[in-house]
């Protein structure tokens, strides 16, 4: 079992940064990749960013050229510094992480954190 624990979500004015990070925690050997979800009400949930074990990364096309994903293997988490924010980019912030355990994938999600972009 792996628990994710996001932190760094909170309020920012239009154009300003904020910086998520995840923590995986319990058996979190063989991460492959992880990533950060958003979901805005009366939206579907979408992928923000990824990035892979290996430093891969992907990016949705609203963020890129603002967001830049990163993750320390050593202590399996994952960072989002996320700058020139705009309204849109309101949600809550979900973590994910793949794992990879005797060529069985599984996949762990985080509580959310808020991410309000207002003036």
């Known amino acids: 079992q792996v628990q994710l624990v996001e932190s760094g979500g909170g309020l920012v004015q239009p154009g300003g940064s904020l910086g998520l990070s995840c923590a995986a925690s319990g058996s979190d050997f063989n991460i492959k990749t992880m990533g950060w979800y958003r979901q805005a009400p009366g939206k579907q949930r979408e992928l923000v960013a990824d990035?892979?074990?290996?430093?891969?990364?992907d990016y949705a096309d609203s963020v890129k050229g603002r967001f830049t994903i990163s993750r320390d293997n050593a202590k399996n988490t994952v960072y989002l510094q996320m700058n020139s924010l705009k309204p849109e980019d309101t949600a809550v912030y979900v973590c994910?992480?793949?794992?990879?355990?005797?060529?069985?994938?599984?996949?762990?999600w985080g509580q959310g954190t808020q991410v309000t972009v207002s003036v």
């Open positions: 994910r992480a793949d794992q990879l355990s005797s060529g069985i994938g599984y996949v762990y």
């Open positions: 990035i892979t074990s290996s430093g891969s990364t």
